[in-house]
């Protein structure tokens, strides 16, 4: 690459990847054994998760050199805060708190804690509904961890979504700081941007702790690392590393959630366009690193689940973006952080020059551009097929806030540039600090606002209920029980999760059954 590669991957990236790469691991074997007609039963599973991550990680950690301590403290602190306060939640159970989808998601973990195989029996789906077609990643680690912690899936779903969503935060830290590499305290501002993702919470929590949108989560954490990748690319020393971690990240994107490989995938092949400092041939060897396993897994997955293809068309209730929602004070850093990244924008004594800044900026603009891109089109096909919902068009938007918190990121450091150049005195940046702080004042005090609305409400799964609806499945006919419970959500997981009656039945479809 003519493109100096100054910041070449850091200890700290390294492990955020192998952490990553650990997850998909698991995924990716499961699958493979099933196509070969074998079982992954969870002590199979243990040695060849640990074996190809170990030397994934070791591969990684070689192409790495030590960065700052600041860096691995500040994502430390990231990720531990994160899964700390996650768990806190859901403490002393661990039991899921959410309603929404959690009832089908258990169904699916269910199946597979009793069978160690995908599902291929059609008569299933009379139990099942359309999760027999859904892809299953994030119920293969749930099933998997309950079995590995001596527990099982109910009690291991939410701590294994929660670990996904603290190191997707962690991915968010670890972008700032490469973004940031040129900025003093750097590490410290990069906290920032996790920070802000508090802001639109009912985007990057909400999803999680009460509609229980577990696959998305999760594909979240794999798209945040395809982000990452591409991120790294840019100025690394041994680019082909970034690709493979984007390729594996991929694959295991589209076996947990396939919505998110659209931005990233639309994203690396702009980036591939634009990069005219490097050999055309040379190119087309990345892209077919980053993108030929994950065709490859696609195409023989896609084999006979045709079904899976409507998931584009999909319509239902879901949340419709607002500045109130999004976070006025989110949206004005972005909107300035997108200004200065595609104007010229000189500060005294900043090392990094603008083309600098707008060259690291370049993966996190057009991964937006995807996001964009993608809604627009699922936006057309719900206008075709009449789809007033156009779910599957604002569920695209769930992954906007990450690089937009990124993107808030480059006026708070320009800021600090252009103070240190101009000195204390200079007047315009004291007007420039004040409407800064006053700016950064009023988002935290939103994301304060906005974590403590989320509360520590009681969950519709629960313990007692749970051991009931155990013993009563093994002692009394499932399909003559008769149970009072307070809520709706909890009749509907104790009947279906818990009793194992079939959602296609005259009593599933009844909804005095759950009142």
């Not at 998997?144 to 899936?153: V, Y």
């Not at 089109?377 to 007033?388: D, E, F």
């Not at 990450?402 to 940046?429: D, E, Q, T």
């Amino acid at each position: 690459m003519s493109v100096a590669a100054t910041h070449p991957i850091t200890r700290t990236e390294a492990v955020a990847a192998t952490l990553t790469i650990a997850f998909v691991a698991a995924i990716l074997w499961c699958w493979l054994l099933d196509l070969a007609g074998l079982a992954f039963t969870p002590a199979r599973m243990l040695v060849l998760t640990l074996v190809s991550s170990a030397a994934a990680g070791w591969h990684l950690w070689r192409a790495s050199r030590p960065g700052s301590t600041g860096d691995a403290v500040g994502y430390a602190v990231v990720v531990t805060a994160a899964l700390g306060w996650l768990l806190w939640l859901a403490w002393p159970s661990l039991l899921p708190i959410g309603g929404g989808d959690l009832t089908h998601h258990l169904l699916l973990v269910d199946y597979l804690e009793r069978h160690w195989r995908l599902v291929h029996d059609p008569s299933v789906e009379a139990y099942l509904g359309e999760m027999v077609h859904y892809t299953p990643g994030v119920h293969l680690l749930i099933a998997l961890a309950g079995r590995w912690f001596s527990s099982d899936g109910l009690h291991m779903t939410h701590a294994v979504v929660a670990l996904s969503l603290a190191l997707k935060a962690g991915f968010v830290y670890v972008i700032a700081c490469r973004l940031l590499a040129d900025a003093p305290w750097r590490w410290l501002l990069a906290l920032a941007a996790p920070l802000l993702l508090l802001i639109p919470s009912v985007y990057t929590l909400e999803g999680f702790l009460r509609e229980s949108f577990l696959a998305q989560v999760m594909s979240e954490l794999f798209a945040g690392a395809m982000w990452w990748a591409l991120v790294a690319w840019e100025e690394v020393d041994r680019p082909l590393v970034a690709m493979a971690v984007f390729a594996v990240a991929a694959c295991g994107a589209f076996l947990t959630w396939p919505v998110w490989i659209g931005p990233p995938c639309v994203a690396l092949g702009l980036l591939l366009l634009v990069h005219r400092s490097m050999p055309l041939a040379q190119r087309i060897r990345h892209g077919l690193v980053a993108t030929l396993p994950l065709a490859i897994v696609g195409g023989i997955y896609l084999l006979g689940r045709a079904q899976m293809l409507g998931m584009s068309g999909a319509a239902g209730a879901v949340l419709r973006p607002t500045i109130r929602q999004v976070g006025p004070e989110l949206l004005v850093l972005a909107a300035a952080g997108l200004v200065m990244a595609l104007l010229p924008v000189h500060a005294p004594s900043r090392p990094a020059s603008s083309s600098t800044l707008r060259r690291r900026l370049r993966p996190t603009l057009v991964l937006l551009a995807g996001i964009g891109l993608q809604a627009g089109v699922l936006a057309l096909q719900a206008l075709a097929q009449h789809n007033a919902t156009a779910y599957m068009t604002f569920k695209t938007l769930y992954l906007a806030p990450y690089p937009l918190a990124v993107l808030a990121l480059v006026p708070l450091s320009l800021l600090l540039a252009w103070l240190r150049g101009n000195g204390a005195g200079h007047r315009r940046a004291w007007i420039a600090a004040t409407a800064a702080v006053l700016l950064v004042a009023a988002a935290g005090t939103d994301a304060v606002l906005r974590i403590r609305a989320i509360r520590r409400t009681p969950p519709s799964v629960t313990e007692a209920v749970w051991q009931a609806g155990v013993w009563a499945r093994e002692h009394l006919p499932r399909g003559c029980i008769a149970y009072l419970v307070p809520d709706d959500d909890t009749a509907y997981w104790l009947h279906l999760a818990v009793l194992r009656n079939p959602r296609m039945s005259e009593r599933s479809a009844d909804l005095d059954t759950y009142l």
